[in-house]
């Protein structure tokens, strides 16, 4: 058990290091505001990493995973963070519980490397169809995940989701179709920029709400008690690549 521990430790070593903390929103315009918004999107929301057969009353999973997006708004998160920001790393530790009659339930703490980014979420899932020797399983998920540590931001998702897979032996491939909603809200000090020269956020506050289609595909390795779980998940027109291992059955 502490070896399979300090396994599942490891995993955030795979997650690169990003040394920018979110401090400077105040000084976005509109137009970067929304931009911005829109990477957290879908770098925060919440992230399938399982296929979509329910666990069973006696199910569990616990696993830690490693993500990264690439965000398109660079230079909104340059101002944002006095950093180049290419691409997001994320680092989650999750758990999954099954429940009777096809529910699921699950939430994930999640954290930046070297940001002040924290994130929490959490997930219902009911099999509309559990699955089979010949038949696939079909679930629907509802979602919603939470910004912690940015002071100045409100910042939160919330998501629906149908998903199909069929396990082929060890190995399960599962695909999935959904929609998010984004809700962001600057709150912080109003910026002291001159409104006559550009829509800054002291020109009467900045908020984002929106919803984007959200895409995702992945497929999971099973090993006696250990998964391993590879997922694209394309939001938006932003593409998160994500790697869990986890421990259950």
Not at 97 to 113: A, E, H, I, R
């Amino acid at each position: 058990m502490k070896r399979l521990l300090l396994v599942l430790l490891s995993m955030f070593a795979l997650v690169p290091a990003w040394a920018g903390d979110i401090d400077n929103v105040g000084n976005l315009n509109d137009d970067e505001f929304q931009a911005f918004s829109a990477d957290l999107g879908a770098a925060l929301s919440y992230k399938s990493l399982t296929p979509t057969e329910p666990l069973g009353i006696l199910g569990f999973d616990v696993a830690v995973d490693g993500s990264s997006t690439r965000v398109q708004a660079g230079a909104a998160w340059q101002i944002a963070t006095g950093d180049e920001v290419s691409s997001l790393p994320m680092a989650r530790i999750r758990v999954t519980k099954g429940l009777p009659f096809g529910f699921d339930v699950g939430g994930f703490y999640s954290t930046v490397p070297g940001s002040n980014i924290k994130l929490y979420g959490a997930e219902l899932r009911y099999a509309l169809v559990e699955g089979g020797v010949v038949t696939p399983a079909i679930g629907l998920r509802a979602a919603v995940t939470r910004l912690n540590g940015v002071d100045d931001l409100a910042f939160g998702t919330h998501s629906l989701d149908i998903s199909i897979s069929k396990g082929l032996g060890p190995v399960t491939p599962y695909f999935g179709v959904g929609q998010v909603w984004v809700d962001n809200e600057y709150t912080g000090p109003q910026f002291q920029g001159t409104c006559g020269i550009a829509p800054t956020i002291s020109c009467g506050g900045a908020s984002a709400s929106f919803n984007d289609a959200k895409y995702f595909a992945g497929m999971r390795i099973s090993l006696l008690v250990l998964n391993l779980v590879v997922e694209g998940d394309r939001t938006g027109d932003v593409t998160t690549y994500s790697l869990k291992l986890g421990f259950g059955f």
